[in-house]
């Protein structure tokens, strides 16, 4: 069977973006069909308008469908990609799943692979509270948890985060070295799901 995969982002200035799709380019190499979709915005149009970058990055993503709780009763796996805000997701995030009340009700999130990724200015910004945030999610869903642990020398490369790729993120292009931690994440996911299928 193959594996329906939903990555879920949320990017203001553009870095969550770049890892949801190198995460998308390695799930569909792995087999998967997947979908990628931005959370909708809640902030103000007249605050991103007054940032550059930002409204930068709502231009580009114009054409990235929004997530909808539809999409997560399709997948057979979630990959959550969210900035850290104050060591937790970023709240259009937060609101997104605000949203799946009735699914999770229902039993639609169990038993479906998760795992996540994030990005903050800095490497101590709340990175791995922002990941454990979004994990604890998931185990209120019943989902099952894929993080990357140890399994790859790429993590290790990558700053040896084992509960998922976290970008540094200032601006710049992600680096080969996140790269490859965000596609051993996305594989892995597909393989672990597709054993939860079979």
């Not at 949320?10 to 969550?16: A, E, F, L, V």
């Not at 931005?38 to 809640?42: D, F, G, H, I, Y």
């Given at each position: 069977m193959t594996?329906?995969?939903?990555i879920i982002y949320?990017?203001?200035?553009?870095?969550?973006h770049q890892m949801a799709q190198t995460a998308a380019d390695a799930a569909r190499e792995a087999g998967a069909e997947v979908r990628v979709l931005?959370?909708?915005?809640?902030a103000p149009q007249a605050v991103i308008d007054t940032q550059d970058a930002w409204k930068a990055q709502q231009e580009r993503s114009a054409e990235v469908p929004t997530a909808t709780p539809d999409d997560m009763e399709w997948a057979d796996a979630y990959l959550f990609?969210?900035?850290?805000?104050f060591g937790s997701p970023a709240s259009q995030v937060r609101s997104f799943i605000d949203t799946l009340g009735g699914l999770w009700g229902a039993g639609k999130l169990a038993n479906k692979g998760f795992s996540a990724m994030t990005s903050a200015q800095n490497p101590n910004g709340g990175q791995e509270t922002t990941l454990q945030a979004l994990y604890v999610t998931a185990q209120h869903w019943g989902s099952i948890i894929v993080a990357p642990g140890y399994t790859d020398p790429a993590i290790f490369a990558s700053g040896g985060n084992p509960y998922g790729a976290s970008v540094t993120a200032g601006g710049q292009?992600?680096?080969e070295e996140d790269k490859a931690t965000i596609r051993h994440q996305a594989r892995r996911l597909v393989e672990i799901t597709a054993k939860l299928i079979a």
């Open positions: 594996v329906k995969l939903a949320y990017s203001t200035y553009g870095t969550n931005k959370v909708a915005e809640t990609s969210a900035p850290t805000r292009p992600l680096n």
